[in-house]
């Protein structure tokens, strides 16, 4: 017990998928600049990253390693994870067509999201049994969840901020993003094993 | 043998999930767009086309499409924010190239000028002016919308878009129909007080 809850913060603070591993820039600084949308998004994002991990375990363990198949793993994963949101967006479409028209092209475009497809990977890598797999999809998921909606807050405030003309837009959201990485290599060192 | 093996585990797993979106669409099926739907009820209905589009319900669709969404002068600045709030974009000042202007107003024709071309009868959109050809022309004030459609298509500059004035007759007295947020307590009242300082503080910086 006490090593899934090791492996849940160390996956959220310690080797947060964002800003430590450098994974899924795209959705976090593409969808940060409302805090609504960020908070969308990770529902969407956790949703889609604990299923794939537990899809794309059973399916390496059960279909590819029997088989010899590993090499398949890449291609097999993007299979799973393009189902889970595609199956994911139809949901959506149909519950909330106001969460479906602020994430837009993003909801799709989780299929593309290289953090999904590298916690499939990864548990593999590491070789992580079946609940680990859940915990560090899940985990994974969280700690994007909550530097995307930390990093939005801090953008939606930045608006309003006077920032000099070189660093607008883009440019000051970068550093920003650069400034609370480094706050997060602070967590290093917080779980000791 | 063995990429025999890989093709028909893809495939199968391939078939398998198809299978499985395939129901999830027939079961998650949406009938129209809803979206459209609930834009076109926040719009004003004057199907003025000022917007550029003919008509409240085209404009909606365009709206759904990504249509820059502050183009409804009628509307003014409420309905650009229902909008926005409902789309879940920011919030635009009105577009320049449109009356900045929405006080409510009323066509009037000036009936010895009138030539009787019927050019503003086809202009109107809610039949608002009766008249035939070499007659003379009269607007139902009852009816018009005060969309300026008129305006343009008269050859003799006969038509004029003059104010209502307030009068206890069109006086809205029906409050309810207004939109009021009552503040239910201090906290609510003073991040309100804070949101409209912190706006105001923006519009003059910008």
């Known amino acids: ?193 | 043998m063995s990429i025999l093996i890989a093709i028909i585990v893809l495939g199968s797993m391939c078939l398998l999930f198809g299978a499985l979106l395939g129901y999830a669409a027939v079961k998650f099926k949406i009938e129209g767009d809803p979206i459209v739907d609930q834009l076109d009820a926040l719009l004003p209905q004057t199907q003025c086309g000022q917007c550029g589009y003919p008509g409240c319900k085209p404009y909606a669709q365009a709206l759904a499409d990504g249509e820059a969404i502050n183009k409804c002068a009628p509307g003014g600045e409420d309905t650009i924010k229902k909008i926005a709030d409902l789309l879940g974009v920011d919030v635009q000042p009105l577009d320049e190239s449109h009356e900045q202007d929405n006080t409510p107003k009323v066509a009037f024709i000036i009936e010895e000028d009138c030539i009787g071309c019927t050019k503003c009868i086809q202009a109107c959109p809610v039949d608002a002016i009766i008249g035939a050809a070499k007659q003379m022309h009269t607007i139902i004030i009852d009816e018009c919308t005060g969309c300026d459609l008129c305006v343009a298509p008269c050859p003799v500059d006969c038509i004029k878009m003059i104010p209502i004035k307030t009068t206890t007759h069109n006086w809205q007295w029906d409050l309810s129909s207004i939109p009021i947020t009552v503040l239910e307590n201090e906290t609510e009242k003073s991040t309100m007080i804070n949101d409209q300082k912190e706006l105001m503080t923006n519009e003059l910086g910008a």
Do not use: W
Request: aromatic share 12%.
């Open chain 1, 1 to 193: 017990m006490v090593d899934y809850l090791l492996l849940l913060v160390s996956t959220v603070l310690v080797n947060n998928f964002v800003l430590v591993k450098f994974l899924g820039l795209c959705p976090f600084m593409g969808v940060s600049s409302r805090t609504e949308t960020a908070i969308g998004m990770s529902f969407a994002t956790t949703f889609v990253m604990t299923v794939a991990s537990l899809l794309s375990y059973l399916v390496n363990n059960y279909i590819l390693a029997p088989l010899g198949l590993q090499y398949l793993t890449t291609m097999a994963f993007i299979l799973v994870i393009a189902v889970v949101v595609q199956f994911t967006e139809m949901v959506v479409h149909k519950t909330s067509a106001k969460l479906y028209r602020t994430l837009g092209i993003f909801l799709p475009l989780i299929t593309t999201n290289c953090a999904v497809l590298g916690v499939a990977l990864l548990n593999i890598y590491q070789q992580n049994n079946f609940f680990e797999s859940i915990i560090y999809g899940f985990g994974a998921a969280l700690g994007f969840s909550l530097v995307l909606v930390l990093f939005s807050a801090m953008r939606e405030k930045l608006a309003s901020a006077d920032v000099p003309a070189p660093f607008k837009g883009p440019a000051i959201a970068l550093i920003t993003a650069g400034l609370m990485s480094l706050a997060f290599m602070g967590f290093t060192g917080l779980v000791k094993l």
